[in-house]
């Protein structure tokens, strides 16, 4: 059971629920986390805001494979299992690259970079080093996408946090982030 109350959306605060409505509509369905953030209309509106933008960053199957790499360096079992199911169903990674992407890991090159330095930068809470960055430059990121890199590391970072503080109820296949990726 969550830690914060979760409401249904007509009992959310009044200027979180046409956000949630578009919301609902987009994805066919209204998960947890929104009806979560959609406590207060002001953190609803700031997360939806950037993730709108961020969404634009890299491709979608990155994203994705970042997403699992931070989630399981922090720990969240809800975010775990919301990416996988998104990394399965929606941008079709394979259970094989998700176990990889759960361990800062890829079988695609490029994304490998990506991929590991997310991680690196969840783990060590920014404080890369210099050889980090020119890993990841040398796979081929710009400086503008390694800013890209590190601002869905921020996303994700703030989903997770959120749901380990409110123990969100999973509403999705649950993946255990105590088990081994």
Do not use: W
Not at 63 to 80: D, P, S, W
Not at 87 to 97: C, D, I
Not at 169 to 176: A, H, K, S, Y
């Amino acid at each position: 059971m969550s830690r914060i109350t979760i409401p249904e959306l007509n009992a959310l605060p009044e200027a979180s629920q046409p956000i949630l409505e578009r919301v609902q509509k987009q994805l066919g369905s209204l998960p947890n986390l929104f009806r979560l953030i959609g406590v207060s209309s002001k953190a609803l509106t700031a997360y939806t805001n950037f993730n709108s933008s961020i969404s634009l960053a890299l491709d979608a199957k990155t994203r994705e494979r970042i997403a699992l790499a931070v989630a399981q360096v922090n720990g969240c079992g809800y975010c775990l299992s919301a990416h996988t199911y998104l990394g399965l169903n929606l941008v079709k990674l394979s259970p094989e690259e998700i176990a990889l992407n759960r361990k800062g890991q890829s079988n695609d090159a490029v994304a490998q970079a990506a991929v590991s330095f997310a991680a690196k930068v969840a783990k060590a809470r920014g404080h890369v080093s210099a050889a980090d960055l020119a890993d990841v430059r040398a796979a081929g990121y710009s400086d503008a996408q390694i800013v890209e890199i590190v601002a869905l590391v921020a996303e994700s970072t703030f989903t997770n946090y959120l749901n380990e503080v409110a123990q969100t109820e999973i509403d999705f296949p649950v993946v255990d982030a105590e088990q081994a990726a």
